[in-house]
């Protein structure tokens, strides 16, 4: 048996996005399911195993934190990829595009001037209770006027198939690595189907985020030093740091290989004596940068790195500081702040979201803590949340004592109808899984979008979680041209 897409069963209420009805694939997609329906069960079932055995041969894996240990468990994949039309996604580019601008003039006036809040667009206490606004960034000025250089934008797609911004992630946003490894799995699993659909490249990324990072260079003769800066091998993304310094080639480097000279320049030890380094591309959080400013029992950062930024000696990506636009209390403002510093309309809607600092909508809140998602102002990963349609009455008196005791750090919003793809469920069967969407975006001198961006996809029926450590996997994210003659 083959995949027969008139037995696929739609999910009522939500939008699939390869499906339409039962047996008709969307346009961009009608390629790709009239070639999985040719496909025997066998040869479905090779692909598979394929697939396994790339993942295994390229060492692509995820870390998952368990009783105190670190387990590297391979990358969960799934075959069949999420297609996206390229009309679509250029309306949806040029939303990230905006959005991202907008964030950056948004952080760069907090630092300064702080504009938005004199005009009362944003109320003083929202940025003075806000866990990521660091007071040491005040009055610096990062090249370009950015602080957030790469930013990752968590998409879903709602009942009505129109693309939401659930969140922005602009402190140290992960998971480039892993789409461009399901590009380079997909190509040899399916390489058929490359041949006959017009499909956006997505390789170009590592070249995009080094002349982004080089832009930033204080030193604009001469080519400058860019170093990736990880915490370390236990760290769970450091798949990705080692992927994507050695893509750039640029050295990945540890906090004990980097010091600040008296010049107050940034120095990497070498076999040949110190070399100075001109952009470091950051994957350690604020608190963690300089035993100097921030946390004094931190061995993970680089003494005296603060003082060499402020200086203008070395740029940081991101910069620190700019972690005070990822609050969720922030996020509820966004479309106002693109019609403040941009006076534009924002292409890409927020999903609705109410402010437990707001008595009405506190109310409200409360009242319906049952249909709602409830989520802590700062964290991020799913911590901390309340998924109220799947709540305890107990888990949901607690939360109440929560939003009482601090409203201010908590926001909520209604339960999504997340969008599903057909995955390979056993040999030849597909079913809907629910899915999200991570594009990420590069400012620097010029802004870059990625063609699509990491699919998560939860792998168990009826499930929303699409984390890899709560048993989500991940498929190809294809942005197909429908206007290009091939499909």
């Not at 997909?186 to 990072?213: C, H, Q, T, W």
């Not at 003769?221 to 080639?249: C, D, K, W």
């Not at 950062?301 to 003082?307: I, N, W």
């Not at 620097?444 to 996809?457: A, H, I, K, M």
């Amino acid at each position: 048996m083959s995949i027969n897409w008139k037995h696929y069963e739609l999910q009522e209420g939500f939008y699939d996005e390869l499906i339409s009805s039962p047996g008709n694939p969307r346009v961009p997609a009608r390629q790709l399911a009239n070639y999985l329906n040719s496909l025997t069960e066998e040869e479905i079932q090779s692909r598979k195993l394929a697939a396994e055995s790339t993942i295994k041969d390229m060492g692509v894996s995820f870390t998952v934190y368990s009783e105190g240990e670190n387990i590297d468990r391979a990358w969960p994949f799934d075959i069949v990829p999420r297609i996206i039309s390229a009309q679509q996604w250029e309306k949806t580019a040029a939303g990230l595009r905006q959005r991202l601008k907008a964030l950056n003039m948004f952080i760069d006036d907090l630092y300064h001037e702080q504009n938005i809040i004199k005009d009362g667009v944003i109320p003083e206490f929202v940025l003075k209770q806000s866990k990521n606004y660091r007071p040491e960034c005040e009055g610096v000025n990062p090249r370009f006027g950015v602080w957030a250089h790469i930013c990752g934008t968590d998409l879903v797609r709602d009942g009505d198939g129109q693309f939401y911004v659930l969140e922005d992630n602009l402190r140290v946003p992960s998971g480039v690595s892993y789409m461009l490894e399901n590009r380079s799995i997909m190509k040899r699993v399916l390489p058929e189907v490359f041949e006959k659909v017009s499909i956006a490249p997505v390789g170009d990324y590592p070249e995009a985020l080094f002349n982004m990072l080089a832009s930033l260079s204080p030193r604009q003769n001469g080519s400058p030093v860019v170093v990736v800066l990880t915490p370390g091998i236990f760290n769970s993304a450091y798949f990705e740091h080692a992927f994507l310094a050695q893509r750039m080639g640029a050295e990945l480097v540890e906090g004990s290989d980097l010091v600040v000279g008296k010049d107050d320049c940034v120095y990497m030890k070498t076999i040949s004596g110190l070399e100075r380094v001109d952009v470091i591309y950051r994957r350690i959080d604020d608190m963690f940068l300089d035993p100097e400013v921030f946390e004094p029992e931190s061995v993970l950062g680089v003494p005296g790195l603060m003082r060499a930024w402020r200086k203008g000696k070395v740029a940081l990506a991101n910069a620190p500081g700019a972690g005070v636009a990822d609050d969720k209390v922030v996020y509820a403002y966004v479309p106002d702040i693109i019609r403040y510093y941009l006076n534009e309309e924002p292409l890409i809607p927020n999903v609705e979201t109410y402010l437990c600092y707001d008595d009405k909508q506190r109310e409200y809140v409360l009242d319906n803590l049952d249909k709602l998602v409830v989520k802590p102002a700062n964290e991020s990963g799913g911590y901390g949340m309340l998924v109220g349609p799947h709540s305890t009455k107990k888990e949901r008196e607690q939360f109440a004592e929560l939003i009482k005791a601090n409203p201010r750090n908590y926001i909520a919003q209604p339960t999504l109808a997340l969008s599903t793809a057909p995955t390979l469920v056993g040999r030849s069967k597909v079913e809907p899984r629910h899915l999200d969407l991570r594009p990420f975006i590069l400012q620097g001198e010029s802004t870059y979008v990625t063609t699509g961006g990491l699919t998560r996809v939860a792998m168990k029926k009826g499930s929303l979680v699409v984390n890899s450590s709560q048993g989500g996997g991940s498929k190809d994210t294809w942005i197909v041209d429908t206007s290009a003659g091939k499909a």
